[in-house]
C-alpha cells in the first residue's frame, strides 16, 4: 500500500458506475483535490466535458470485455486549469469480489506542447517552403520570358545580316533597271531576267527565316548539303 500511495504516477480505483473508491496521492495532487474529497466523486467530474464521453466509453468497453486499455483526454486540476492525461485502465477484482477499474493516470501536458509546438513549426515550414517555390517559379517564368527575348533579338540581328546582301542585291538590281530605262536600253528579256532575280533573292530571304525559325526543332534528318549552302550562296552574290 505504501508503494501504491506513493507512487509517482496518480493512481485511483472506480467501481463499475465511475465513482473514485481510493486514490493516492499523485492522483490528488493532479487533480487539485484531497484524497477524502476525491472519495465517492465521480471520475467524469475531473473531465472537461468535452472529453467525457471518451471515458465513458472506455470505462463500460472495459468492464465487459475484461481487456486494458489506454485513452488520452483532458482532465481539470482544481477549478483553474486543465491538463492532458495519458489513462491506462485495467479491471481488476476487488478482495470483496465485486469488479472495479484500476486507473493509471499520467500527465501529459508536457508531451502535447511540444507535439503542438512540431506541428506549428511544420506548419510554418511549409508555408514558407511553399512561399520559396512560388518565389522561385516566378523567378524561372521571369528568366524564361528575358531568355526567350534575348533569343528573339539575337534571332532579329541575325536576319538582318543575312538580309543585308539580298537587300542590296534586289536594290542594285533596281538601279540598274532605272539606269537602262533612262538610256532606253532596257527589254522585255533583260526585264524579266531582272524580275526573276530579285523573285528568286526574296525566295531566299523567306528561306532564311525559315532556317531561323526552324534552328532550334527536332528532326530525324541530319544532312547538310554544303555544295547546296554554296550555291544558295553564290545565287545571290
Known sequence: FDLYDKAPIGYCSLDKDGLILEANRAAAKMLGWSRHFLDKKSITDFIVNEDQDVCY?????????????????????????????????????????FPYIRLAII???????????????????????????????????????????????????????????????????AVELSLLNMQGKTSARGIAKSAQYVQDVAQSMSQTIDDFMNFNKETDNDFFSLLGAALKTYSIV
Not at 532579329?156 to 538580309?163: C, T
Request: aromatic residues 6%; glycine residues 4%; positive net charge.
Open 107 to 173: 500527465d501529459i501536458s508536457e508531451n502535447k506542447k511540444a507535439q503542438e509546438e512540431i506541428k506549428n513549426l511544420n506548419h510554418s515550414l511549409k508555408k514558407k517552403v511553399s512561399s520559396q517555390l512560388q518565389e522561385l517559379r516566378q523567378k524561372d517564368v521571369i528568366l524564361t520570358r528575358q531568355s526567350n527575348l534575348a533569343q528573339m533579338g539575337e534571332m532579329i540581328s541575325m536576319i538582318a545580316h543575312q538580309w543585308r546582301q539580298p537587300l542590296n542585291a534586289i536594290s542594285g538590281t
Open 57 to 97: 466509453f472506455c470505462r463500460t468497453r472495459i468492464f465487459h470485455s475484461k481487456e486494458g486499455a489506454s485513452y488520452e483526454l483532458r482532465m481539470k486540476n482544481g477549478e483553474s486549469s486543465n491538463f492532458w492525461a495519458h489513462l491506462s485502465a485495467t479491471s481488476e477484482t476487488h478482495i470483496n469480489g
